[in-house]
């Protein structure tokens, strides 16, 4: 069974790092892209950046460049992605998704982990 | 870098209506188009892919069309499952982009 399983939910303080997972099991983790997507409360989704497990190429959207890192593990099947200096405006639930026997549509969606960045 | 857009943002229809979803391309993304379903408190769920191919148990009577810079998601008769928010997404030269959503609404 196919599955992306991410880290759990994750309250911070602005200026804290922080890295989140997402562990892919049941397919061949490094041959297909992964992608994250960020979804404030109450808003739509926004697309972050993809990796490409096997090489560790890496596209960002220019909204995201400079604000977050991604990267993966491919000896662990995990990608994550990861903030060095968290703001207020980070605040929102995070899914990783796969673009699985496709070309890069996301077919499989973690379940998403929930950030809450607070003073 | 790739915009999308979405019409309406909210749609108020009845069981059994037909549902027409827009969604406009900034440049031409040939067919790398996509469409969700997204229900409150979940991930989303991927419908249909390639502007027209339904994805693997996905009911029939969800349909894309289009190509290009103009595409169209159908529901041919809306179910009280159906009532979610809709997003379409572009998936051109290793870029995503989603449009801004559409919420389906019980009329």
């Known amino acids: 069974e196919v599955q992306l399983v991410q880290s759990g939910a994750e309250v911070k303080k602005p200026g804290e790092s922080l890295k989140i997972s997402c562990k892919g099991s049941?397919?061949?983790?490094?041959?297909?892209?992964i992608g994250w997507v960020r979804q404030m409360p109450g808003k739509g989704l926004e697309w972050m950046g993809i990796?490409?497990?096997?090489?560790?190429?890496?596209r960002y959207s220019p909204s995201f460049q400079g604000q977050v890192t991604i990267s993966a593990d491919k000896s662990i099947s995990t990608a994550y992605l990861q903030w060095s200096s968290l703001k207020a405006s980070d605040t929102a639930m995070y899914y990783c998704?796969?673009?699985?026997?496709?070309?890069?549509?996301?077919?499989?969606w973690g379940q998403g982990t929930l950030v809450t960045v607070s003073s | 870098d790739i915009q999308m857009t979405q019409s309406p943002s909210t749609l108020s229809a009845s069981v059994g209506d037909r549902v027409t979803i827009t969604c406009r391309a900034s440049?031409?993304?040939?067919?790398?188009l996509a469409w969700y379903q997204q229900k409150p408190g979940k991930a989303p769920k991927l419908l249909i892919y390639?502007?027209?191919s339904l994805e693997s148990g996905v009911p029939s009577r969800f349909s894309g069309s289009g190509s290009g810079t103009e595409f169209t998601l159908t529901i041919s008769s809306l179910q009280p499952d159906d009532f979610a928010t809709y997003y379409c997404q572009q998936y051109n030269s290793y870029q995503w982009t989603f449009g801004q959503g559409t919420k389906v609404e019980i009329k």
């Open positions: 990796i490409y497990p096997g090489d560790s190429d890496t």
């Open positions: 998704a796969s673009a699985l026997y496709g070309d890069l549509e996301a077919r499989y």
């Open positions: 440049q031409s993304i040939s067919s790398w």
């Open positions: 049941g397919y061949s983790f490094t041959s297909y892209w």
């Open positions: 390639k502007a027209s």
